[in-house]
């Protein structure tokens, strides 16, 4: 009799468990294809994966999805977010472009909802990351440029 499979899985085992590579499992997790791990932990839910495999294939869930209240769908993701940012990343202080773009990505949220209501979630996510890259290069590089190098 073979022992049962666990149900918390690290991020190598979940690739594994999934048939993937480490790097492939970064990116799924990352684009949104697969759960994020429990929050505060860097364990995956079997069944999680089992239902995000699912969906992947077509096939419907056994398991009814239940329709998720807006603020506790924020909760979640917000949390999940927290706890795959770096804790270097929470404690730095941060610039002020950044606190800029996030205000203009919110105001660019807020005007055309509708269209990005049909899109998945992964692609809107997408497209604000690219936005970051591009701003992060505009305004980064004005920043870098205006420092002053220490002098000895």
Same mark, same amino acid.
């Given at each position: 009799?073979?022992?049962?499979? +666990?149900?918390?899985?690290?991020? /190598?085992?979940? %690739? $594994?468990?999934?048939?993937? *590579?480490?790097?492939?499992?970064?990116?799924?997790?990352?684009?949104?294809?697969?759960?994020?791990?429990?929050?505060?932990?860097?364990?995956?839910?079997?069944?999680?994966?089992?239902?995000?495999?699912?969906?992947?294939?077509?096939?419907?869930?056994?398991?009814?999805?239940?329709?998720?209240? +807006?603020?506790?769908?924020?909760? /979640?993701?917000? %949390? $999940?977010?927290?706890?795959? *940012?770096?804790?270097?990343?929470?404690?730095?202080?941060?610039?002020?472009?950044?606190?800029?773009?996030?205000?203009?990505?919110?105001?660019?949220?807020?005007?055309?909802?509708?269209?990005?209501?049909?899109?998945?979630?992964?692609?809107?996510?997408?497209?604000?990351?690219?936005?970051?890259?591009?701003?992060?290069?505009?305004?980064?590089?004005?920043? $870098?440029?205006?420092?002053?190098?220490?002098?000895?």
């Amino acid at each position: 009799m073979s022992a049962p499979e +666990p149900r918390l899985m690290t991020g /190598r085992e979940a %690739a $594994a468990y999934c048939g993937v *590579t480490v790097a492939t499992w970064a990116k799924w997790v990352a684009l949104g294809i697969v759960p994020p791990p429990l929050p505060g932990t860097r364990r995956w839910d079997r069944k999680a994966l089992d239902l995000a495999l699912d969906k992947m294939s077509g096939i419907e869930s056994a398991i009814a999805p239940q329709e998720e209240d +807006p603020l506790e769908k924020w909760i /979640r993701k917000d %949390a $999940a977010k927290q706890a795959r *940012t770096s804790i270097n990343d929470r404690l730095r202080p941060r610039y002020r472009w950044e606190d800029d773009f996030d205000a203009a990505w919110s105001e660019h949220l807020a005007e055309y909802a509708a269209s990005y209501a049909n899109k998945p979630a992964t692609e809107t996510e997408k497209l604000r990351q690219g936005l970051w890259d591009i701003w992060k290069d505009l305004k980064g590089t004005a920043l $870098a440029a205006n420092k002053k190098k220490p002098t000895r």
